[in-house]
């Protein structure tokens, strides 16, 4: 990834806003209604069995005969159209771990993110596909011989409006026979990966799902660091949600003219089977990384109750931190960083309880910082308050023996040109850092630091924080500068798709962002209202 450098002359890492584009609908054309997306017979709309699409309400002459085109293509077509959803990745500035014991933690989206492509299949064809590329990772299942019988028992059955706060192990035995036979050749460890992404996939597929549901290839690509404490699998737990919603017809919009109580009502719906899906892959998730990769933005959120949704309040105006974010490039595993937490939890009640409500007074103190009127990115004395914090809040994640080496050497370098403040973000172990940049250090130590960072394997991150939330392209066509624009635009089809190359082609061809800031065709949930 290129360096960026903002105008204040700091390596942008990592900033705040600058793609941050929730929806205000000024481009939003998928025009959705009370169950999901619904035609206009005036736009270009897509008949089909299971559902009917608005895909452009444009009253451009020449978009509408290009949609025109498109709907004759798709007319000969019995099967929904191919759609995208996408959602961002999260660094967490304060309070991880803390957070999984009920304190608060601040999160907030960055402009890495996951694509999902669903293509469905002909009604003749009974299977559901997985297909994973990143993890290597592709399985098929016939529909019919899932058992639905058991997720559809009187006593079992959920609806998509069901809050469900801890995994039935009825349903998890009943599913187990169907990851069984996952990814025979591959060794354990990459098999129990692949299983447990199986298993997350079956839990919401059979709980939300019917017999009757289509057949259907679901393409996942992601440009998120795997395992570095993005928060890439929560990405992939709302991609997934959010499709099967969508094909349930169980959400509206987004659309231009939702309001946002409406809008945030999908949004709730959408994370709280997120979080279902969390939960098979990590046992113990808080919900912050699945609420904050939904919603966008950036988030104070705690969960002081597991029985009951977490209270998230959305910081809408998180200012524009000049982070770094730099991966050690260590795998790590979330549940098992957990775990350590507990068990020292377990052996030192006292100590480490009081350690963790040190966490949670260094979060509320630091959402008083960040919130403040006239808070000011620029001025040393309000951005080094902010940073004492991080360091407070790194020695801490230290002391729950979170930390690796590896990171420790990131903290070193950066403590080394006096340059910033480090923390960890995520579940540590390995995984990022972030640190915030000091206003005004010399370009020249900047510079040296980065190519120590290279030079000694570490990969520098450059996003931005603040970002939208869950997206939507439906139908899968976009403007990409090709000859088809004049047609209305490219149709992101499967092999497309999965011969984009690295996580710059997947961009380049599908990405929210697009080369140039924002871009035509996908839609986000707009839950920010303007009374804030
Ligand atoms: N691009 C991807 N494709 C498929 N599965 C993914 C992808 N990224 C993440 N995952 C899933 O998420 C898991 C990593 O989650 P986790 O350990 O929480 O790391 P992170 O800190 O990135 O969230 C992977 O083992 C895999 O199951
Ligand atoms: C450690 C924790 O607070 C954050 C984990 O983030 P990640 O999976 O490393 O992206 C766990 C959680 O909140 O569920």
């Not at 035609?39 to 444009?58: I, Y």
């Not at 939890?345 to 350690?355: A, D, E, G």
């Not at 309000?382 to 903290?411: F, I």
């Amino acid at each position: 990834m290129t360096t960026q450098r903002p105008a204040n002359g700091v390596p942008n890492g990592l900033t705040n806003g600058h793609n941050g584009h929730f929806s205000n609908g000024h481009n939003g054309h998928a025009n959705g209604h009370q169950n999901g997306f619904h035609s206009d017979s005036d736009s270009a709309s897509v008949h089909s069995s299971d559902a009917s699409l608005s895909t452009s309400d444009d009253a451009s002459t020449t978009n509408r005969q290009a949609s025109l085109r498109r709907r004759n293509r798709k007319k000969s077509s019995p099967m929904l159209p191919a759609f995208m959803v996408s959602a961002p990745g999260k660094v967490i500035v304060f309070g991880e771990h803390a957070v999984v014991h009920g304190k608060a933690a601040i999160a907030a989206a960055i402009s890495l993110r996951s694509y999902l492509l669903v293509t469905t299949l002909s009604k003749s064809k009974r299977t559901v596909t997985l297909t994973f590329p990143d993890i290597d990772f592709n399985h098929t299942w016939n529909i019919d011989e899932l058992p639905w019988s058991t997720f559809h028992h009187p006593s079992k059955k959920k609806s998509y409006t069901s809050v469900v706060t801890e995994l039935d192990p009825d349903l998890v035995a009943a599913i187990k026979p169907f990851i069984a036979d996952v990814s025979p050749d591959k060794p354990a460890n990459v098999r129990k990966v692949h299983q447990n992404s199986a298993g997350s996939f079956l839990y919401v597929f059979l709980s939300l799902g019917n017999p009757s549901f289509p057949g259907c290839i679901y393409t996942l690509r992601s440009t998120i660091p795997i395992g570095a404490g993005l928060g890439s699998s929560a990405t992939i737990a709302v991609c997934l949600s959010t499709a099967l919603l969508l094909q349930l017809r169980a959400l509206s919009g987004p659309h231009p003219d939702q309001p946002a109580d409406e809008a945030r009502k999908q949004i709730e719906r959408i994370n709280s089977w997120a979080y279902v899906y969390e939960m098979f892959i990590h046992g113990n998730p808080s919900g912050v990384d699945n609420t904050v990769s939904t919603q966008g933005k950036a988030v104070v959120f705690q969960r002081t109750d597991y029985g009951k949704p977490p209270t998230v309040r959305p910081l809408w105006d998180f200012p524009e931190l000049p982070l770094l974010l730099v991966d050690t490039r260590v795998p790590k595993s979330t549940a098992a960083e957990v775990a350590k937490v507990a068990d020292l939890r377990n052996r030192h009640p006292k100590i480490i309880s009081s350690l963790l409500d040190s966490i949670h007074k260094v979060t509320e103190t630091s959402v008083d910082i960040l919130t403040e009127p006239g808070f000011d990115t620029r001025d040393e004395t309000a951005l080094g308050r902010v940073g004492e914090l991080m360091t407070l809040n790194h020695g801490m994640l230290v002391s729950l023996g979170v930390s690796h080496p590896r990171l420790e050497r990131v903290r070193e370098l950066v403590d080394h040109e006096g340059i910033g403040w480090t923390k960890l973000t995520g579940a540590g172990g390995g995984g990022c850092c972030i640190t915030l940049l000091r206003p005004g250090v010399e370009r020249e130590k900047l510079d040296k630091l980065e190519r120590r960072l290279d030079e000694e394997g570490f990969q520098k991150f450059e996003t931005t924080l603040g970002g939208g939330g869950v997206g939507v392209l439906w139908p899968a066509v976009l403007k990409n500068g090709t000859e088809e624009d004049s047609e209305g635009g490219m149709e992101i089809d499967l092999e497309k798709f999965l011969h984009a190359e690295g996580t710059e082609g997947v961009e380049k061809l599908v990405g929210v962002h697009g080369g140039a800031g924002e871009r035509e065709g996908w839609k986000f949930w707009t839950v920010e209202s303007d009374q804030h």
